[in-house]
């Protein structure tokens, strides 16, 4: 048996005003956007905004269901946008920003497992990282280099040729 230790190093800033202007600017935009997610079962609201190397930025927010499987993060309703948009076009950062009708969330909204496999597979296509800045309503604001920073084992194509 062999054992592998497998980390990576997050950066931790003590707020919104810590971070560089571009990801501050990327975060608001985030922040804005989950004012129009759809969440009356959660109450729980999360936007996301997905710098594109264009220049571009593309919105998300979480779209709930009363069937719950049919509901969308927002992370992956951005990203989607983003290459229903602007196909080929490369992904360099993703915001993420939570808040909720029924308490204050406090910490940093981390992708789930599902956004974090479909984020994945597009930077694994683009074959650069993707940042991922991750805050809640107020308190630390979270940076990772990529994806694969918090998703280290993923699964991608080549466990289908």
Known sequence: MRKRKVSFELAIFESLDALSSEDRDLMKRAMEARKGAYAPYSNFQVGAAVLMDNGKIVLGNNQENASYPSGLCAERVAIFQAGALYPGVTVRAIAISATSKSYVVGQAAAPCGNCRQSISEYEIRQ?????????????????????ADILPLAFDRSYLE
Do not use: Y
């Not at 074959?127 to 940076?143: D, N, R, T, Y």
């Open 127 to 147: 074959g650069s990282p993707i940042k991922i800045v991750m805050m809640g309503e107020i308190g630390e604001v979270l940076a990772c280099d990529s994806i």
